[in-house]
């Protein structure tokens, strides 16, 4: 008779232990499932907004003048580039911005079709550039908000409305009553950097180095003298503005 009340005793704590062990279960609340924080989605657009200054070097060589040169003038303006990248290092830039510049001429002619002009102060006329340039650019990315890049491509300038002087200049006075200068390509190297502000908005700061040669055809008093060469203009760009990445 006892050890059949001790088997029920036994039975009986086990139920009662099962059941505290389910409540106290109860009582604990599960866990809720934690979301990993959102992803920046990747947009791979940046643009940059500049002052562009266009420097062109004064090494221009007249076929039919030896010993004469020209000054090409230095121009500012606003330049807009768009680039897109296609990892984090890679990118491509494109620049757009057209430049006025002016020709003046320099130097003593020593032979050729007028020997002895003394050219300096010589107008010789003014032509616009369209000078688009596309870089391939390696981004350095392990400078925090310091992000520089260096890169290199091909340029193709586009003069337009192009003006000869067609006012006397030099001793003995002549003028240049024509001119056209032939649009070339151009081989370009470049580096610069980003200072990010934020995500977006940040600084930028451009230098690029075109070796852009084109020939020109031009005359003097209405064609007496032709006139044929090369201007090795060479301009520096160098540029400071706004960057926006997307």
């Known amino acids: 008779m006892i050890g059949k009340i001790g088997i029920a005793a036994a039975l009986l704590a086990a139920v009662v232990a099962s059941q505290g062990s389910t409540v106290l279960a109860a009582d604990i609340p599960a866990a809720l499932p934690v979301k990993a924080p959102p992803v920046a989605a990747w947009n791979p657009w940046m643009i940059r907004l500049r002052a562009l200054v266009v ?6 060589t007249f076929d039919q003048l030896p010993g004469g040169n020209a000054h090409w003038s230095t121009s500012v303006v606003p330049e807009l580039d768009i680039t897109y990248f296609f990892t984090p290092n890679f990118a491509a ?3 757009l911005g057209v430049t ?6 320099k130097g003593i002619v020593t032979g050729g079709a007028a020997p002895g002009l003394n050219m300096d102060g010589l107008p010789i006329g003014k032509t616009w550039l369209l000078p688009p340039t596309l870089t391939l650019q390696y981004h350095f990315t392990n400078f925090g ?6 890169g290199a491509g091909v340029n193709y300038t586009v003069f337009f409305s192009e003006k000869a002087a067609n006012t006397p200049g030099g001793s003995p006075a002549v003028r240049i009553t024509s001119l056209d200068v032939h649009n070339a390509f151009a081989p370009a190297l470049q580096a610069g950097f980003d200072y990010m502000l934020d995500r977006h ?5 451009d230098v690029k180095k075109l070796f852009l040669r084109p020939n020109f055809d031009a005359s003097v008093n209405n064609g007496a003298i032709p006139l044929t060469g090369k201007a090795k203009l060479d301009p520096w760009l160098i540029g400071a503005g706004l960057t926006y990445k997307f």
């Not at 420097?55 to 221009?60: E, I, L």
């Not at 006025?100 to 001429?105: D, F, L, Q, V």
């Open 100 to 105: 006025p510049h002016k020709a003046t001429g």
């Open 201 to 205: 908005w940040g600084v930028n700061v």
């Open 55 to 60: 420097d062109p070097r004064d090494a221009t």
């Open 145 to 150: 908000a310091f992000k520089p890049y260096v």
């Open 93 to 95: 830039e494109l620049i």
